[in-house]
């Protein structure tokens, strides 16, 4: 009998410490993805460049294809606009992300009606929220 109440111990011991694992590893992973606005994925997702601007910081480093600038607000939305005339998006999805709290990347992959790209941005906290300083799509 104290061999199998002994085992029974061991099996309970180590489920809770595979649980506990679980929960150290997925939380922050889960808390991580939860902190990426989901606007931004919808914005991308439809080629909606309204949507997105509401997201840019003052100023935003924007490469696009061949061409690479510092854009105002409205002049990254104007560009991205003609980007998604073009290029009407079918899916977006996010490949990967990482950071910190204060600053956080995304890389993902944009599928449109003619070709895929592939989709950076680097965002950065102002005033609590998290806005978009750089973005970045380039042919996959």
Do not use: W
């Not at 003609?82 to 990482?98: E, L, M, S, T």
């Not at 950071?99 to 890389?107: L, P, S, V």
């Amino acid at each position: 009998m104290t061999v199998s109440v002994t085992k029974y111990s061991d099996m309970k011991k180590k489920a809770g410490k595979i649980l506990i694992a679980l929960f150290l590893f997925i939380l922050p992973a889960t808390a991580l993805y939860a902190q990426m606005p989901d606007q931004i994925i919808i914005g991308l997702s439809s080629g909606n460049a309204k949507t997105l601007a509401a997201y840019f910081n003052d100023n935003v480093e924007l490469v696009i294809l061949n061409r690479e600038d510092v854009c105002s607000q409205a002049q990254a939305e104007q560009i991205l606009k003609d980007f998604f005339a073009k290029n009407k998006p079918n899916q977006f999805r996010v490949i990967h992300q990482g950071g910190k709290e204060d600053a956080r990347y995304a890389i993902g992959s944009l599928e449109t009606d003619k070709e895929t790209f592939r989709v950076y941005f680097l965002l950065k906290n102002k005033d609590n929220k998290p806005l978009i300083h750089q973005l970045r799509i380039e042919k996959e």
